[in-house]
């Protein structure tokens, strides 16, 4: 049974280890690295072939779906997606319902402002006030008590590679440390292995992954 496994974030990457959702007796498994991260070119955090934002949609990244089911021959597939992945598994299969066999979705996240404000602005500071400090940290004193999401998205939008950067590093790094009840280092916060070979150049993962996911955030999901 053909199946495509849509990664969490947006911005997370693919990698190898989703693979292991599925008996490879059983599925065809596709995994693929939406727009700008993971091993997609352009690759967001690229200086040679920069990756344009504004074709980074929800409904570019449907489209992308089609098109890579097309070019492998697939009729029907599961559509298997977690975190950010369910959303756009939803996306897609009220696009092509023709085309989705089942659905498959786990850690439900749809972009609505309540999950992005509890998330990213406060309401989970209860629960990590520790980690909280850290995730403040590259936020200017006077914007601290305003729009977070907003705030960071001004800081990965500067032009300014250092201040890119570093706000980066903060905004994965609340992410992976507080995806789970308890810590586990050798994850990442989408389940893959700290040792999968598109993270470990972390500069290059943290900056793809907190400019694609605040960029959505900042639109709505594009919903």
Not at 43 to 55: E, F, G, L, V
Not at 83 to 100: D, F, I, K, Q, R
């Amino acid at each position: 049974k053909p199946v495509i496994f849509l990664h969490g974030g947006p911005g997370g990457g693919g990698g190898t280890e989703r693979r292991r959702f599925f008996d490879p007796q059983a599925y065809r498994i596709v995994v693929i690295d939406q727009r700008g991260c993971g091993l997609s070119t352009p690759h967001i955090a690229s200086a040679q072939t920069p990756a344009d934002m504004a074709t980074n949609t929800t409904w570019n990244l449907v489209d992308d779906c089609e098109r890579v089911r097309t070019a492998l021959g697939i009729d029907t597939w599961q559509v298997f997606g977690g975190s950010w992945g369910s959303c756009l598994a939803l996306a897609y299969a009220e696009t092509h319902p023709e085309a989705v066999s089942e659905l498959v979705l786990r850690g439900i996240f749809l972009l609505r402002r309540s999950e992005i404000d509890w998330y990213y602005n406060g309401g989970a500071a209860h629960i990590y006030p520790d980690l909280w400090e850290s995730y403040l940290e590259p936020i200017p004193v006077d914007e601290r008590d305003g729009d977070l999401v907003a705030a960071y998205h001004r800081l990965l939008t500067s032009g300014d590679a250092a201040t890119a950067r570093a706000a980066a590093r903060a905004w994965t790094g609340w992410e992976q440390a507080t995806s789970y009840l308890l810590p586990r280092p050798d994850e990442e916060s989408d389940g893959s292995s700290a040792d999968d070979p598109q993270k470990k150049d972390t500069d290059r993962f943290d900056l793809a992954f907190a400019s694609i996911e605040n960029h959505y955030f900042v639109n709505h999901g594009f919903l």
